[in-house]
């Protein structure tokens, strides 16, 4: 009987395909809850997880639940089975903005349908920005590093850290709820790795000096790093130029404040990378060997860490590329310095400032001319 009942749904879905997609095939059928393998071939859109409902009512663990367990179990997936979707992503008022890019970020990050799920008629500017970094999506997916084995974290309370007594307490992070998951990109001019961080860990109703940071140690053959080499890291969500590994925190005389937690990421041993970060939230850190000149560490377009660039060059004096976006988009492209000073910077044949900006990185706004707009920066070396 169940073989029967089977395939009798199999003979049914594949004639709702039919009548869906027309001759043209352009229409996409979704599996939403039904049995996944009567509806394998006939129902190409693959829903991942529950519904991820409206921003700010679900709650933190319900997207931990959603993101972290089914949405990162069916990862694997993707163009094989199907095309997944992990709901509808929704960025809009009334949750964070924090959560905004959270949701993104697990839906970027998944490679497959992306459903808009907002009113865009009254999504804010710092929502609209978070939605077009999503788009379009690179079509592959991330792999969960820590799904079946866990990323081990550190908490520490301030009122212990800064006193400088009491040590950190290891704790490994939940199994079976991926929190750190890793993609690797490429482009005409680079290729490097995403990993995408996820903390869900809340300081509710904790007394004054009881809140705990989270880090993730991150190992970093298990992201597919090598430890011997050296890489500039960008974080993305901040627009934030990491510097080159190792990382190290101490000042420049030398002193360590205990407790200081202001710089994201450091290096606590030869093949660890410490991120360090209060939740709920999310980081998304693009990670790219290092160059001996100037070099895009990222921009604030897009998700990708730099897809939307093409024709990147370096002539020993000049970088120089153009960026992919629609006419209008205005973002920042985070240039890592490596040592050398900005002479003159241009966009669309204009000249535009250039800035200083955080661990000898240079920051050149851009404003898009058209589907394709040209930019250079001319250096010397210091």
Same mark, same amino acid.
């Given at each position: ?8 749904? %199999? ?68 163009? %094989? ?14 949750? &964070? ?5 959270? %949701? ?112 993730? %140690? ?101 970088? &120089? ?62």
């Amino acid at each position: 009987m169940a073989g029967g009942g089977a395939e009798a749904a %199999r003979t049914g879905l594949a004639i709702i395909r039919d009548e869906m997609t027309g001759p043209d095939k352009s229409a996409l059928a979704m599996n939403c809850g039904g049995p996944e393998l009567p509806g394998k071939g006939c129902l190409p859109l693959l829903y991942t997880c529950e519904d991820t409902g409206n921003t700010g009512y679900v709650g933190w663990k319900h997207l931990e639940n959603d993101y972290g367990r089914n949405v990162a179990g069916h990862l694997w997936k993707n163009r %094989r089975w199907g095309i997944i979707q992990p709901s509808c992503m929704v960025v809009g008022l009334p949750g &964070t903005i924090e959560e905004a890019r959270t %949701r993104a970020t697990a839906t970027f990050l998944a490679g497959g349908q992306v459903d808009i799920g907002d009113d865009l008629a009254t999504l804010p500017e710092d929502r609209w920005q978070v939605l077009l970094a999503t788009l379009p999506p690179l079509g592959i997916s991330a792999t969960p590093v820590d799904l079946f084995e866990p990323i081990e974290a550190a908490t520490l309370a301030y009122d212990a850290s800064a006193s400088g007594q009491g040590g950190e307490a290891s704790r490994s992070i939940e199994a079976g709820a991926s929190r750190v998951w890793r993609l690797p990109v490429q482009a005409d001019w680079d290729a490097w790795t995403l990993i995408g961080l996820f903390n869900y860990d809340t300081n509710d109703d904790v007394p004054y000096g009881k809140a705990q940071i989270t880090r993730f %140690r991150l190992p970093l053959r298990r992201l597919g790093l090598d430890p011997s080499a050296t890489f500039s890291v960008y974080e993305f969500w901040s627009a934030q130029n990491l510097g080159r590994s190792p990382f190290d925190r101490r000042s420049p005389k030398g002193y360590r404040h205990p407790g200081d937690a202001r710089s994201l990421i450091s290096s606590p041993a030869p093949d660890v990378w410490e991120v360090g970060f209060f939740g709920p939230g999310v980081k998304l850190l693009v990670v790219r060997p290092c160059r001996p000149h100037p070099w895009p560490s990222g921009t604030t377009f897009h998700q990708s860490g730099g897809t939307e660039l093409t024709q990147v060059r370096w002539d020993g004096e000049r970088l &120089t590329g153009v960026l992919r976006r629609n006419r209008g988009e205005s973002g920042l492209l985070v240039i890592s310095a490596d040592g050398w000073s900005p002479v003159e910077a241009k966009v669309h044949g204009r000249k535009v400032p250039a800035r200083k900006g955080a661990a000898d990185s240079v920051i050149l706004p851009i404003t898009c001319h058209g589907a394709m707009t040209r930019w250079e920066v001319r250096f010397r070396n210091r």
